[in-house]
């Protein structure tokens, strides 16, 4: 165990830095203890590059990561999770619905009865 006089010199040596956001304390203590640096710039790159809306698959993780993010970046207008993913083209559906049949969260059948339904909406709502 390092003494106090010990961990002001590697303070010194490494160099003091103060930062006063939560998101920097957090990732410094994620990096120094748990994930490597590479794997965290790895994360950082695929959630910048993603589009600006994303499809959780699992709710109760994807709301509960946005409470953490909404936490570490103080923002205080919490909006009403939603219960149905905003899907804003048919495209975009049929994407996501294949993935979840070949994940096996949606067998074919029920992929078919949804496009269904969807294009009945689009063709009530004037859009196909």
């Not at 499809?55 to 909006?79: C, Q």
């Not at 804003?88 to 994940?103: F, G, Q, R, W």
């Amino acid at each position: 165990m390092y003494s106090e006089e010990r961990t002001k010199e590697l303070r010194k040596i490494s160099g003091e830095v103060v930062y006063a956001d939560a998101l920097t304390s957090f990732l410094y203590e994620l990096i120094r203890d748990h994930l490597t640096p590479g794997t965290v710039e790895k994360l950082v790159v695929g959630a910048v590059n993603e589009p600006s809306e994303r499809l959780f698959i699992n709710g109760w993780l994807a709301h509960y990561a946005h409470n953490l993010a909404e936490k570490l970046t103080k923002e205080k207008n919490i909006e009403e999770p939603q219960q149905k993913p905003n899907i804003k083209e048919t495209e975009d559906a049929d994407y996501i619905l294949s993935n979840m049949v070949s994940l096996g969260q949606l067998d074919v059948k029920e992929a078919e009865e949804i496009r269904k339904e969807m294009a009945e909406f689009e063709k009530d709502n004037g859009k196909g």
